[in-house]
T-cell receptor
């Protein structure tokens, strides 16, 4: 069975400090992993994805994530937070089992303080 | 740019009413999805469609139905709206190639059932 756990429901950082949003997954198959961002009253937008190529994935707006198979993790990071990063972030795992299987995490809300 | 549009941003309906939520995508994607988003629960799949006139139940189909008469349009129907269907509804589309591809989301419809 597949599952995804976002370890923090809320994260608060100061502008200019690093961001770490944690995600662990469980999958019996080789997964594809995604991070999406949702700004208030907007749909979800893809930040980055991992699909079995390089384990360090760079996305938009300075975000990156590292796939660590041994730790079953796919944490999202950014060296320096900006006020515009305040949003909700979703970690997503997808597997091809011959049928559709995509599971969204519960989300992490990022607050950025001035 | 892929564009996914939803017919309404905000909708208020009364208990027992029939509700139609429309979604249109302009990228000729075969796959389309309807989710509901509730705080702390992430996104939960209601229904999806792999092609015209094809539909599959997701994780929470009870109380909903769908229609896909044209490739670009995927409709979600609440046959008899209830207060527990008050939620944010998100539509998405995905290009062929399976779960390695990301989904493209509409802006969402916030439905309130009174």
């Amino acid at each position: 069975a597949q599952s995804v756990t976002q370890l923090d429901s809320h994260v608060s950082v100061s502008e200019g400090t690093p961001v770490l949003l944690r995600c662990n997954y469980s999958s019996s198959y080789s997964p594809s992993l995604f991070w999406y961002v949702q700004h208030p009253n907007k749909g979800l937008q893809l930040l980055l994805k991992y699909t079995s190529a390089a384990t360090l994935v760079k996305g938009i707006n300075g975000f990156e994530a590292e796939f660590k198979k041994s730790e079953t993790s796919f944490h999202l990071t950014k060296p320096s937070a900006h006020m515009s990063d305040a949003a909700e972030y979703f970690c997503v795992v997808s597997v091809n089992t011959g049928g559709f299987k995509t599971i969204f995490g519960a989300g992490t809300r990022l607050f950025v303080k001035a | 740019d892929v564009k996914v549009t939803q017919s309404s941003r905000y909708l208020v309906k009364r208990t027992g009413e029939k509700v139609f939520l429309e979604c249109v995508q302009d990228m000729d994607h075969e796959n389309m999805f309807w989710y509901r988003q509730d705080p702390g629960l992430g996104l939960r799949l209601i229904y999806f469609s792999y092609d015209v006139k094809m539909k599959e139940k997701g994780d929470i189909p009870e109380g909903y139905s769908v229609s896909r008469e044209k490739k670009e349009r995927f409709s979600l129907i609440l046959e008899s709206a209830s207060t527990n269907q008050t939620s944010m509804y998100l539509c998405a589309s995905r290009p062929p190639g399976g779960e390695v591809n990301e989904q493209y989301f509409g802006p969402g419809t916030r439905l309130t059932v009174t």
